[in-house]
């Protein structure tokens, strides 16, 4: 079974950046369309970004876009969120997910995903 392991959570303040990573060991992430979401308190998990396992297409939820940039960092082997100018509405358990069917386009829906991550905790706060 996949184990993914997401880390670079942390504090920041806002209008400052952060970089999650999403890993895998003994499985290449290259087979996988990855997608990122997120879940505050309170509040429904949504989806953030995702990457397709064919062709790299990419997809950003409105509230991101322009913002944050996902992309696979293959000498890693992970699956990476750069997150620029955050708001503290950005403040989020961030999860990262992975589907091992084949499509051109990423799923932005949550029971797409068959294995995920435990979570990294984003807090964006003066």
């Known amino acids: 079974q996949l184990q993914l392991v997401e880390s670079g959570g942390g504090l920041v303040q806002p209008g400052g950046s952060l970089r999650l990573s999403c890993a895998a060991s003994?499985?290449?992430?290259?087979?996988?369309?990855i997608g990122w979401f997120r879940q505050a308190p309170g509040k429904e998990r949504e989806g953030v970004s995702c990457?397709?396992?064919?062709?790299?297409?990419?997809n950003y939820a409105d509230s991101v876009k322009g913002r944050f940039t996902i992309s696979r960092d293959y000498a890693k082997n992970t699956v990476d969120l750069q997150m620029n100018s955050l708001k503290p509405e950005d403040t989020a358990v961030y999860y990262c997910a992975a589907d091992p069917t084949r499509h051109e386009m990423c799923s932005a829906y949550a029971y797409e995903y068959d294995y995920w991550g435990q979570g990294t905790q984003v807090t964006v706060s003066s």
């Open positions: 990457i397709s396992n064919e062709g790299g297409s990419t």
């Open positions: 003994g499985f290449t992430l290259d087979y996988y369309a």
